[in-house]
């Protein structure tokens, strides 16, 4: 599997670090759908590859194969291979750290290691589906933040106004035909968090919609 953002946002970081103005119509296109699909099929690919049982015997054996799909993510991910006993892995405690806030904290963790042990809910499988959408999530946010924050300098307001006035033209007029929108200069004052929001808000409705 190949990680998707490393090459074509690293591309255009470096044309942008050599002085180089990317366009706006260019940053949006970084934010579209292509990339955010790659993102989508690299974790889904990376969930497929891994072995998971149906149910697990006990909370031992919760804990063995939540550790193990983390090693999974971050051998794919970072290049990182743990050769040491779980117990002694420096990435023991981060591994359940993740789990417990993307499930919904510590009772949220509690239910899914019991429904993993009866098989309920999907059992193992789709504490790791959970997972591995909570992945996924994560990593769109970074993603977006690396093209916004990178690409833009924050105090430049005249290229925020610019790339909202694109924004708007591009998308307006076909998801809310004759309808008064915000204008240019709202957006652009919280930008990122703006486009953070609504490019998620795409990307989920097109995932829903499409076959």
Not at 137 to 149: A, E, P
Request: hydrophobic share 45%; net charge negative; aromatic share 12%.
């Amino acid at each position: 599997m190949a990680w998707p953002y490393a090459t074509e946002l690293g591309l255009v970081r470096q044309r942008h670090q050599q002085g180089e103005l990317i366009s706006h119509r260019e940053i949006i296109g970084l934010l579209g759908p292509r990339h955010l699909d790659a993102i989508d099929l690299f974790f889904r690919q990376l969930r497929e590859s891994f072995a998971c049982p149906v149910q697990v015997r006990d909370h031992d054996g919760f804990r063995t194969v939540i550790f193990g799909y983390w090693m999974h993510y971050l051998s794919a991910v970072f290049g990182i291979r743990e050769h040491g006993g779980m117990a002694s892995s420096p990435y023991y405690n981060q591994a359940f750290a993740f789990v417990e806030k993307y499930l919904g904290g510590y009772h949220a963790a509690l239910a899914a290691e019991r429904n993993a042990i009866a098989g309920r809910e999907g059992g193992m499988i789709g504490v790791l589906d959970a997972v591995t959408e909570a992945l996924i999530k994560d990593h769109t946010q970074l993603y977006m933040r690396s093209v916004l924050f990178d690409l833009i300098n924050p105090s430049d307001y005249d290229r925020r106004l610019r790339l909202a006035e694109e924004l708007l033209a591009q998308y307006g007029p076909a998801l809310f035909a004759g309808e008064a929108l915000l204008p240019a200069w709202a957006i652009a004052a919280n930008l990122e968090e703006f486009i953070t929001a609504f490019v998620q808000q795409l990307h989920a409705i097109r995932r829903h919609w499409r076959q």
